[in-house]
């Protein structure tokens, strides 16, 4: 008999009634109704299934892991170099946003360099993407495209292909027949994500799903299959906004939650070769409230122009809005700011934003925030060739970040003179002079007096 259950789709969290907010993830409303298939008893007498090998560690780490180069730098990196064979791979991403793209270029690379990659498609026709392949100059007849919800058929043809990749664009859109649900509900998603596991760990085959992040909850999301994979790596962009940032979640092969930046072009996704310089390429100089941020994102430092605006407020309520930061960070430093530095945001709207679409949650660029709120409030500039970096703590000091030196190198590569750092960082060999600041109550010395 089939009962029903009742699942999160954001994050699997199961329950016997419906609930209106998970107590899994905290997501609201994304509670949906899913029948299961009962459970096969156990024949009684049957013997016990003789279970895996022990092995020596020893021996275990002997294996070498050939990864495979996937044609572009910087997944490579964010994969903690290369795709490893048998791995299961989850790329998230909203709908629109490049996923589809990224992922016919790395299989006909792959393709290219080591043999055949199958690109199943379960939302596109194989005209659609062939269009798109010739597009991105991704002609090649080792790129075999799949046109197939039907999992098991997927399954049976990938036995007899042999490819050396295997993407499914996307998990949501493939079927199980002896699943009892819809395409894209929690149970066929996971369930296909299980055989899919299955067939990489089997046949050592890296397979990367595609996994849609939609805000209706209609379709299970990607969170729910993060335990099950090896890795979750998320594409991410503003509409209206070139810049794409891909980053690993999750990595059972990598160190690091690791960056890397594409632009979309007319061909496709091309790696942004200085990201530094390609995000502080339309910076006007001088202007009250903006600073430029010394952030670090995995290995990898990276300067981004923090614009902030405190304007008179007519509401009863002055509105706080944080583009590319955290608007509850945002939050903290605007009282901390008032309580430790005396500057009042209490009848002001505040605006921030991360100047290129771009979003980031390192502490460290807190005081390149604060920095940019205090200018705009003040309505006067910081000094234009300073970069600025470090972590802000309730009381109002400014805490150490990891990798200043690092941090102060590339703000010196791009020109900049000075650099405003916590006190604990500024001692030590650094490229450049520097500004070290205590607290919060330290940050109007950096304002420019107008002349
Ligand atoms: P797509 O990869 O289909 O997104 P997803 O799979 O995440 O839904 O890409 C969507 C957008 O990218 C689409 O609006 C068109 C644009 N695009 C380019 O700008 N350049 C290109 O070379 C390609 C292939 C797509
Ligand atoms: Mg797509």
């Given amino acids: ?17 419906w609930l209106g907010q998970c107590p899994g993830c905290g997501e609201w409303n994304s509670f949906a109704e899913q029948p299961t298939t009962p459970k096969k008893k156990k024949k009684s007498g049957a013997t016990p299934r003789r279970g895996a090998q022990a092995v020596p560690v020893t021996e275990a780490a002997a294996a070498p892991v050939v990864r495979l180069g996937t044609g572009l730098a910087g997944l490579d990196r964010v994969l903690g170099g290369g795709l490893v064979p048998g791995s299961l791979v989850l790329l998230a991403g909203e709908p629109g946003i490049g996923k589809s793209t990224l992922l016919l270029q790395v299989a006909a690379a792959l ?3 080591h043999g055949p990659a199958v690109y199943v498609t379960g939302e596109e026709s194989a005209e659609q993407v062939a269009l798109r392949a010739r597009r991105i100059d991704g002609l090649h007849d080792d790129l075999l495209l799949l046109p197939e919800t039907s999992c098991d058929a997927v399954l049976a043809q990938l036995e007899e292909l042999e490819p050396r990749l295997v993407v499914v664009d996307s998990v949501q859109t493939a079927i199980l027949d002896d699943v009892d649900a819809v395409a894209g509900s929690v149970s066929q998603v996971r369930q296909v994500a299980a055989r899919f596991q299955h067939f990489a760990k089997t046949r050592g085959v890296p397979v990367v799903l595609v996994g849609h992040v939609t805000k209706e909850g209609s379709i299970a999301g990607p969170k729910l299959l993060e335990h099950l994979v090896d890795v979750v790596m998320s594409l991410e962009g503003e509409p209206g906004h070139d810049l794409r940032a891909l980053r690993a979640g999750k990595n ?3 160190t690091i939650a690791e960056l890397a930046l594409y632009s979309m072009t007319g061909r496709g996704l091309e790696p942004v070769q200085n ?3 390609w ?7 001088g202007a009250a409230g903006s600073a430029v941020a010394v952030a670090l994102e995995g290995t990898v430092p990276l300067l981004v122009e923090v614009q902030a605006l405190a304007a008179p ?8 809005v944080a583009h590319g930061l955290d608007s509850s960070r945002l939050a903290l430093l605007l009282a901390v700011l008032e309580r430790h530095a005396g500057i009042s945001f209490a009848d002001r709207d505040v605006f921030v934003n991360l100047v290129g679409g771009l979003s980031l949650r390192e502490p460290a660029l807190d005081l390149a925030v604060a920095a940019a709120l205090v200018s705009s409030s003040a309505d006067l500039p910081l000094a234009s060739e300073l970069a600025i970096f470090g972590e802000i703590g309730l009381l109002g ?4 970040v990891s990798r200043a030196a690092e941090r102060v190198r590339e703000a010196a590569a791009l020109g900049f003179g000075r650099v405003a750092l916590p006190t604990r960082d500024a001692n030590g060999k650094l490229e450049l002079p520097t500004t070290a600041i205590s ?3 330290d940050l109007p010395s950096l304002l420019q007096p107008s002349d």
């Fill in 313 to 320: 407020s007519v509401l009863g309520t002055p509105r706080r």
């Fill in 1 to 17: 008999m089939a009962e029903t259950v009742f699942f999160c789709t954001s994050c699997g969290h199961e329950s016997g009634k």
């Fill in 397 to 400: 000091e400014v805490r150490a």
């Fill in 252 to 254: 059972r092969y990598g």
């Fill in 439 to 441: 607290t919060v109550a």
């Fill in 279 to 285: 995000l502080l390429e339309d910076r006007r100089s």
């Fill in 111 to 113: 393709a290219r360099d």
């Fill in 275 to 277: 990201a530094s310089a």
